[in-house]
């Protein structure tokens, strides 16, 4: 089955500054790529996702690119601010096989100011 | 709640005993999931469902069931089998095809074995 690794495990990086956070996948037949924000207490909640078609999605501050030859994915934060402190799991799935997605360990991001 | 509810959130049990965690959606999806969050190992597929009636293991089904019995909702027990249930556990429902998309996270209910 799918295996997805996630480094680092914990990120800290001064205010204004940019964090990338960079996951491997093992299965090549994975074509969707997520990345979830989970805060301390709350739900998962989806911030960005790439399907395999495209290279590199950008959303405001936030922006993944994805290299389907080296079956790696990686989530950039620029500009980064406090309330970017929360743990980002990334996840991949085979969106034709029943849609269940694979997660990544996680990684804590702490932003100081 | 963001159209997924758990309940309860924080639910305490003594050992030996199963317990039953709820999972209800309106959001009309037709895939429902449950993991599991432990510190330092991120989210683990627990069992998954399609549709009604139907219903698959995912990589840690060992001492957990599920039943499918209305598109709603997607219960968990957790069985006196399991030898470690103290943890987060986590609710999801996504849409239709391609599938996987837009997964929805319930709140979580919290779980402590005492």
């Known amino acids: 089955g799918e295996n997805v690794e996630q480094h680092p495990s914990t990120l800290s990086v001064q205010e204004g500054d940019s964090a990338v956070i960079k996951c491997t996948y093992s299965d090549s037949a994975s074509n969707y790529f997520p990345w979830y924000k989970q805060e301390l207490g709350k739900r998962p909640q989806l911030i960005i996702d790439?399907?395999?078609?495209?290279g590199e999605k950008k959303d405001q501050r936030i922006a993944v690119t994805l290299n389907k030859t080296a079956k790696h994915f990686s989530l950039h934060i620029t500009e980064t601010q406090p309330e970017d402190s929360a743990v980002y799991f990334c996840?991949?799935?085979?969106?034709?096989?029943?849609?269940?997605?694979?997660f990544g360990a996680g990684t804590q991001v702490v932003v100081t100011p | 709640d963001g159209g997924i509810t758990q309940s309860p959130k924080y639910l305490f049990r003594k050992e030996g005993q199963n317990v039953t965690l709820s999972c209800e959606q309106n959001?009309?999806?037709?895939?429902m999931y449950w993991y599991r969050q432990d510190p330092g190992q991120g989210l683990r597929l627990i069992y998954y469902s399609q549709i009604v009636n139907d219903f698959q293991k995912g990589d840690i089904a060992e001492g957990y069931s599920v039943s499918r019995e209305k598109k709603e909702s997607f219960p968990l027990t957790v069985t006196s089998a399991q030898k470690n249930p103290t943890a987060f556990y986590l609710c999801?429902?996504?849409?239709?095809?391609?599938?996987?998309?837009?997964?929805?996270f319930g709140s979580g209910t919290r779980l402590t074995i005492v």
């Open positions: 959001l009309n999806h037709d895939a």
């Open positions: 999801a429902s996504s849409s239709g095809l391609p599938r996987g998309y837009g997964y929805t």
């Open positions: 790439i399907r395999s078609n495209v």
């Open positions: 996840a991949a799935s085979i969106t034709d096989s029943w849609g269940k997605l694979q």
